[in-house]
Structure formats: C-alpha cells, structure tokens
C-alpha cells in the first residue's frame, strides 16, 4: 500500500477521484506525477537544489549473523556529520575547553546539529584574533586547531575514499547518472539546467565525466583553473554554418554551482589573480590535508568575511537565476535548514511565475508544512512512502520514479554495449 501525496498548496491533487474500492494503483498515481514533471521540463527556466540527503544512499547488506542491515554508502547528513564528530572525534577535554573558555556548548540547538554554524562560528573567532593581531595566542592556536580537526573529518566523509576506491558506491553513481542523462533530453531549444548544489562532494563532477557532459562551475584555466564568476554567462556551442555566423549550444551541457564550496577547492597565493581560488585536480585525502585552506563553506579567504568570494558570486548567481521569468526550483534531499538560501527562495515569490516544487517529508519538517500553510498553488510539495517501503522524496525515488525520462534506452544501452565491447581487453 503506497502513501503518497502530490500537493499544490494545500490540496492534494492524487486525493481526487479516490472512492474507496476505485482507489487508482500507484503506478497510476505515479503516472500522474511524472505527466506534471513533464510538462515542468518543458518550461523555459529550470533550477534544481541538490541538498545533502542527495549525496546520503543506504543500501541492505548481510551481517555475519544472517541478518539484514541498512548501510551508507555515501555521505552522511549534516546532522549525522555533526553527531559523529561531536563524539568520536573531538575529545572530552575540547569540549570542556570550547565550553569555559568560549561558553560554546556543542549540546545547544544550534550546534548539535549542525557542524557549519559550529565551523562558521569557531572561524568567527579565529577572525577576531587574526585581525587583531593575536592569531598566537593560546586561545587563537587552540581554536586553529580544532578548526582542522573538523575541517579534516569533513574531508575524510565527504570524499568517501573506502567506497570509493572499493566501487562500493556504485549505486550512488548510477543515480547521480541517470539525474543528469535525463536532463540531457529537455527540448534543446530552451535553457540549459542549473543545478545548485550544498554539497561539497563531488559525487556530480563524477557523474557528469563519466557521461561526457559538458559543466560549467565558475572555473576557468588550463593546467591551474581559477574561479571566475563571469564563465557562468558563457555557454558552449558549435557552429552550423561556416558561411554565416551561426551558432548552437550543444545539447550536453549543464551549469553546476556549489553554492557552498567543494573539496577539490583551495585558496591560492597567486598574487595576479582577482580570485584566488584553484580547482584542483588531485583529490586524494593525503593531497587536500596538505592544502593550508580548502573552500568549504563556512572557510572565508583571507581577506573577506564568511561570506566573500566565491560564496557571495554563487550566492547572488543563485539569486538572479531565482529572479528570472518563468523560473521553476525544485529542490532535492534540502532540510530548508540553510535561513540564507531560503530568504532567497522567499524573495522569489514576489515574481508571479515562480515556482516551487519540494519533494520531502511533510511529516517531519516544519518548514515545508510552513511553506504548505501558504496555500500556494505554485508550491508543488511530492513524496511519501511506496508500497516496497521506498521513499518517493528521496534522491533515487525521484529520479526513477518522477523524473521523466525522454531518451530512447534502446539506443542508450547499444551505445554503452559498443563502447564496453571495444574496450573489452579479454
């Protein structure tokens, strides 16, 4: 038995026509989902919010004993992050430390559960005696140091190496795969995608290589690739005609902002540079740990504030791309936890042909039945339970279940078998 529901604003459109024996199947249901996703793909601007529960996956594996049990092999949520750090990995005699020398308690509500306000808030600090002149203090080199105690979990968790290396995330893979294939197919004559993402893995950069798609994420360069917000009003395209200046975007193209940073982002000392920011290409843990500051938000440069650059560029690129006409946003395993990305999502509303389509837990979030009590027709609130247990909100019940896909698999599968077969060494 499925329990799922299909909001707008407060009516749930899967309740009708309900009348007890004549209740339709959940493919039926499911079918009238992805008829109205379908439709949305053909609008002409269309943004994706890729939260932290995308990046999240468990799967069943055996236990010694016999039995079942459910393991992640991808990376945890932020309130997950935050629970293990807080107990396995920062000592007893920190927390005492944190709590009589700074009154910082890990156990308040707005630390427990949230490791970039307790980031943030330690860098605060550290900012104060850096520009201050005390960064040798006692108090400054303590703080220092449990900023990268913090900073290298956050490493060693989002760059997941064990199911990395071991292909134990493959799941997860095909997932993030089949997201952006099936965007590949909208109408080619409209927009290309943006996707917004607060992650700071790059399980979308695999994803998008793997499949030959063509991303811009603010980075410009050859061999050192530099951040430059001005790449993201570019877009690639081939010329039609040689006799006349006629040009087309190319079909595999996607625009990715990582509103919040990503690992593979360093502070760079070049001094020629407006934006010293570097993408790097060696994303192994033993590299990134050597990097003085690696841009994860809420690390600031050196000279800005939290919030400078690039995160103020991606930020206020977020902010227009919400202002344009005809802008749809759905959003994607985000708890709405993030006040400044939602003041941005609100202000939205005064443009008449926004459009919000949230697939969560109604049940659980409080601010998504805040956003139901405003009994908007343009706020589009998807999920539930299916009758195999599956979550249709999750990121894999969304992309197999809604997410129409408009290609021809028969030709996709032939392509793929082709490219295994030629390469087939054996």
């Known amino acids: 038995m499925s329990n799922i529901y299909f909001y707008k604003g407060r009516e749930n459109v899967l309740a009708k026509g309900r009348s007890g024996d004549n209740d339709p199947s959940e493919s039926e249901l499911l079918k009238k989902i992805q008829d109205a996703f379908t439709k949305v793909l053909d609008g002409k601007n269309l943004s994706f919010l890729l939260g932290c529960g995308c990046s999240s996956h468990y799967v069943e594996r055996d236990k010694d004993d ?32 944190l709590n009589i020398n700074l009154k910082l308690n890990i156990e308040a509500d707005g630390f427990k559960n949230n490791l970039e306000k307790f980031l943030g808030t330690l860098h605060s600090l550290y900012f104060f005696y850096e520009t201050t002149g005390q960064e040798k203090e006692k108090t400054a080199i303590t703080i220092a140091a449990i900023i990268k105690q913090a900073r290298d979990f956050l490493l060693r968790k989002c760059l997941n190496e064990t199911n990395r290396n071991s292909a134990n995330d493959k799941e997860l893979i095909e997932i993030y795969e089949s997201f952006y294939r099936k965007l590949l197919y909208r109408n080619s004559n409209l927009p290309k995608p943006n996707v917004f993402t607060t992650n700071y ?21 050859g061999i050192k690739k530099y951040f430059n917000p001005t790449i993201f009003n570019y877009a690639l395209a081939e010329k039609m005609d040689l006799s006349q200046s006629k040009w087309s975007v190319i079909d595999n193209f996607v625009y990715l902002y990582k509103i919040h ?19 790097i290409q060696e994303t192994s843990y033993d590299n990134l740990e050597k990097q003085k500051v690696i841009m994860i938000h809420p690390t600031p440069l050196k000279q800005n504030a939290s919030m400078g650059s690039p995160y103020s560029d991606l930020f206020r690129e977020f902010q227009k791309k919400l202002m344009q006409n005809n802008n749809v946003l759905i959003t994607l395993g985000y708890s709405f936890s993030d006040e400044h990305i939602n003041n941005l999502i609100y202000q ?27 009994d908007d027709p343009r706020v589009w609130i998807i999920g539930g339970e299916l009758s195999d247990k599956s979550k249709l909100h999750y990121f894999k019940g969304f992309v197999e ?9 028969e030709i996709d599968q032939k392509i793929e078998n082709a490219i295994k077969k030629l390469f087939d060494r054996e």
């Open 66 to 97: 016999g039995k079942k049990e459910k393991v992640d092999i991808g990376i945890p949520t932020m309130v997950s992050l935050a629970k293990e750090f807080y107990t396995k990995t920062l000592t007893a005699d920190d927390k005492s430390w």
């Open 201 to 221: 893995d790059l399980y979308s950069e695999l994803a998008l290589d793997k499949l030959g798609i063509h991303y811009v994420n603010g980075f410009s360069g």
């Open 261 to 279: 940073g990503s690992l593979n982002w360093i502070q760079d000392e070049e001094k020629t540079k407006l934006f010293r920011v570097r993408e």
């Open 348 to 374: 939205a509303f005064t443009i008449p042909s926004f459009r919000l389509i949230v697939l969560g837990d109604e049940n659980t979030s409080d601010d998504i039945k805040r956003l139901q009590s405003l």
């Open 401 to 409: 279940q809604i997410l129409p896909d408009l290609s021809n698999d």
